[in-house]
């Protein structure tokens, strides 16, 4: 009799191509934008679960608590490991908690990217905006709404790090080999061409 | 910029304090403890809502200096609570640029009909509600984030459980409805029936729903994330309890991982003591916030 191999993935076994880190902040909405490519997403709240992705998206929120809370959850040392082999992507809190320095003593970032940041740099929440703005990734180009929540700037940026998007003279986007960084929430507009060029990373 | 653009952005805000506590603080040294203990928004006010209901008399938005001082001192965003129906407290925090504004029960209100026309705002609006009706209504003028009114002040959860389970558990019943009902619905609640329909495609409603009113142990918050709430407020629960800031860490684990038993003993230890807390059916009926 031929034995009959079945070879059972536990669902708390399976690897996902993409994380969401899920401390705080809106990671159901990069969950909806992923599932839109067609892609499930894993919602990362512990060091176990960060194992169990093969890239990472630090979305936005408030960078003084998740800050607080990747020290809390003993998250910090696992993350910046990740960064140095694998594809991490911030969008605004998640930019500050990738970058250098963060002008701020109340947020110690990763410094997984060559640039510095200032947090609320465009002001308070009456000095949020969106603005249209045409975006070319990888030879594709898109007209999309890039949505400013009290939103940081980046104020420098080094050597090696490619800037890939504009807006008013500002960096808006940018990339040093597996870390992408953008200063707004690609996850608030329609498009996607942003998550899916991070796939591609 | 079009009235959907700014719409967006508002509820954008709501959506980046998701899986976050927003705390009540009187005093810039409340505020910098409650941003130190991992807040993602504080509540700038006068009393905390149990000092409003003990010492009675009309409640008014806070003092200029005292909001000014707290937004001083917090990188965080910083709210604060208008009377219901007085758009010209409104109109004085939005031009001190407060990050967010809490149209609120907990205030004496100011209009006995008219809530205050949202729309007309750049700053964003958070409304209570006790049903999905009064949710609903207040999203339809305006209003970027609903919590639950709970009753404010009592550190008794009971009142915020039956207004979220009243919120989803309407919300699942539209699902099964057909267009006429919705249509029939709709015209109960006296809200547009788009607004409705939306409302039951998505399964929750259409802009973040968070909890507030009666929040005082790690434990409420995580009784409240699993009803559905998308994030929490606390109002007198941290500053009315033993140990402040201790507390108010707890609480901001027990709201990210609100579904792990494990971490809400661990963060539930060594706590000190919570506030009292009232009988709420020993509230007198015309004492209760909730009804405003």
Redesign the interface.
Known sequence: MVEKKIKLVRTDEKIYEVGIL????????HTQALKRTGHESLLV?TPDELKRVKRLIIP???S??VN??VD?YNLRRPLIEFGRKNPVWGT??GLIMLARDSN?P?VQPFELIDIDAA??AY????????KKSKISLNGRSEEI?L?F??APKITRVGDNVQVLAELDGEIVMAREKNILVSAF?PE?SESTLIHEYFLTM | MKNSDNYKIKVGLAEMLKGGVIMDVTTPEQAKIAEDSGAVAVMALEKVPADIRKEGGVARMAAIEVIEQIKEVVSIPVMAKVRIGHFAEAQMLEAMEVDFIDESEVLTPADDKYHIDKWDFKVPFVCGCRNLGEALRRISEGAAMIRTKGEAGSGNIVEAVRHMRLVMGHIRKLQNMNPEELKSEAREMGVDVELVKKTAELGKLPVPNFAAGGIATPADASLMMQLGAESVFVGSGIFKSDDPAVRAKAIVQATTHFRDPKVLIEVSRHLGGAMKGLDINKIPEDELLQIR
């Open positions: 899920a401390l705080q902040g809106d990671f159901e909405l709240k936005g929120g408030e003084t608590t607080k809370l809390i605004c809190a701020d109340r947090r609320n002001g308070r929440q009456v000095h949020s905006f969106s709404e949505v929540i009290r929430h608030l």
